[in-house]
């Protein structure tokens, strides 16, 4: 399920979805917040580029409010259900994670946007 050759690998390390060999990002850490959207413009083992078009990355917006959601429903879940916190808390909490969690809702929403349009290709990949 998370090895080399699924979507999901892809999205988690944030490689190339064509070949897996190499991270689309200059820097891997999120938190490098001044190259957080700085990318390589191909991937150096297999040269897909990973802006297709002009501002392709605009559609990942469209996938970091689900996710963003996601993440947002988690924090309060676990802090007024699990923890047993009040409205006000459970709030504070989500807004919180949100910004704790920006980077990496960032970096996953593009993950997964780039590879609904790019599958993988096993003869790609190093042997």
């Known amino acids: 399920m998370f090895k080399k050759?699924?979507?999901?690998?892809?999205i988690i390390t944030g490689v190339?979805?064509?070949c897996h060999e190499e991270s689309m990002y200059i820097n891997k850490n999120p938190f490098a917040?001044?190259?957080l959207f700085e990318m390589h413009e191909r991937c150096s083992n297999c040269?897909?580029?990973?802006?297709i078009e002009p501002?392709?990355?605009y559609g990942s917006m469209y996938v970091s409010?689900?996710?963003?959601i996601a993440f947002a429903v988690a924090a309060f879940v676990i802090s007024y259900f699990f923890i047993g916190s009040t409205l006000t808390v459970g709030f504070i909490s989500i807004?919180?994670?949100?910004?704790?969690f920006y980077p990496?809702?960032?970096r996953i929403s593009r993950n997964i946007w780039i590879n609904l349009f790019i599958n993988y290709d096993k003869s790609r990949a190093k042997p």
């Open 55 to 57: 501002s392709f990355f």
């Open 95 to 100: 807004v919180t994670v949100m910004l704790i």
């Open 104 to 106: 990496i809702i960032v």
């Open 16 to 18: 190339c979805p064509k």
């Open 5 to 10: 050759g699924s979507k999901l690998y892809s």
């Open 65 to 68: 409010y689900g996710v963003g």
């Open 33 to 35: 917040l001044s190259q």
């Open 47 to 51: 040269n897909t580029k990973y802006k």
